[in-house]
């Protein structure tokens, strides 16, 4: 079975086996609760790559459909503007653009390019410089989601990136990075109401950056959740406000 997502034009991959959908952080009800959203990280104490979790309730009045809230996280050119909204002040973007997808071609899904340059606060070292051409590829659905993408960072060889951009070898700032995202009926969960769409964001990262991954592992924490927050939780109704 495919799910439909007409209005952004997608293929979606069936092969495969279903894949576990990530697990919530053990205070993640009470977070949500609390804030609407939980997030965590994990990492090895010296070197390694860190692991990062954001589980949000998105209220089916700003997304009634699971199409409105995949396009929201697929809309890479708002991604800014997601940022400013959450009020987050160790995110900034200097530029998010989406480039020409590569067509699906065989059992391959179409492949929706995002090219990032933006910096982010990170203890010792002050601002981290990030420039990124990722893969997006909408998927099979995993074990209990309406609807799942996964996503890979480019990190070899020359990427082609907007006009007016540094030339790009690989990726700045990460070495590599590999995650999904997923839109969950909240029926299937204790996490959130029927009024809602649980969103889950997990990405394993591996920094560039000469500290701990501990330490980094906060920093990366904080702009994931100031992309996330923006994105889903500090929506604008259309008028300028912030909902």
């Known amino acids: 079975m495919k799910i439909a997502m007409m209005a952004l034009g997608l293929s979606v991959s069936t092969l495969g086996f279903a894949k576990a959908l990530p697990e919530a952080p053990a205070d993640c009800l009470d977070s949500i609760q609390l804030k609407g959203f939980c997030s965590d990280f994990s990492a090895p104490p010296l070197v390694g790559s860190v692991k990062i979790k954001f589980f949000v309730a998105a209220e089916k009045s700003d997304f009634p459909t699971v199409d409105s809230a995949t396009s929201r996280y697929l809309d890479f050119v708002a991604w800014p503007g997601y940022a400013l909204a959450s ?5 900034e973007f200097n530029q998010s653009a989406v480039l020409a997808p590569i067509p699906a071609q065989g059992d391959q899904a179409e492949i929706l390019r995002h090219y ?5 606060a990170a203890p010792i070292v002050g601002w981290q410089n990030v420039r990124v051409l990722t893969h997006n590829t909408v998927v099979k659905t995993y074990d ?9 960072v480019q990190n070899q060889g020359p990427q ?7 030339e790009l070898d690989g990726s700045e700032g990460v070495k590599d990075q590999i995650g999904s995202v997923h839109v969950v ?3 299937t969960s204790e996490l959130c109401t029927s009024n809602q769409h649980l969103l889950i964001y997990e ?7 000469n500290i701990l991954p501990t330490i980094a592992g906060k920093a990366i924490q904080d702009g994931i959740e100031g992309i996330m927050i923006g994105m889903f939780l500090n929506v604008d109704n ?3 406000d912030i909902l």
């Open 87 to 91: 009020g987050t002040d160790n995110l």
């Open 116 to 120: 990032a340059d933006y910096r982010i």
């Open 144 to 152: 209990g989601a309406l609807a799942s993408l996964e996503f890979v």
């Open 160 to 166: 082609e990136v907007p006009a007016g951009a540094a």
């Open 185 to 187: 009926d909240c029926s």
């Open 203 to 209: 990405s394993t990262v591996t920094p560039d950056i």
């Open 238 to 240: 259309g008028d300028g």
